[in-house]
């Protein structure tokens, strides 16, 4: 899935990330709202509300908008969000873990995993790998 860097939405998350990076996180939180506000279709909101997610302020809020964010992933239905699917579920596995849920926080975490090869081997597909593999692990302790 090609992110288009003139793309509105894009251009909006692609700033919030900035100001997190430089410490400001309610700007950053606004920018990623606005995001979602204005997006028009599934992937515009796939991604929007991926970065809403980070900006909760309870596990449960954090929780529904990244089921959010995989349900539009999945209704996009290109081959190339599969890539995302590991992380979208590594999000949702944590956020029950947190909540001890621990049924379904390894449900989601053996999801994350069945599709763990779509991960690119990179920095990025690594420390998602070794996310999925440390929450699994953990359960295993619980």
Known sequence: MHFDPDNHVVKLCARGMELEASQDPQKAGDLF???WEDAKNDFEKFIAAHYV???????GDKLSWDKTALHFAQKIGDEGMAAYYPS????IAHCYEQLGDR??????????LLHKD?????GYGRMIKSGIER???RLTTW
């Open 118 to 122: 779509c991960l690119p081997d990179d």
């Open 33 to 35: 709202m606005q995001a």
């Open 53 to 59: 997610a980070r900006h909760q302020k309870t596990i």
């Open 135 to 137: 929450g699994l692990a």
């Open 88 to 91: 979208l579920y590594l999000n």
């Open 103 to 112: 049924g379904n926080a390894e449900k989601n975490y053996q999801n994350a």
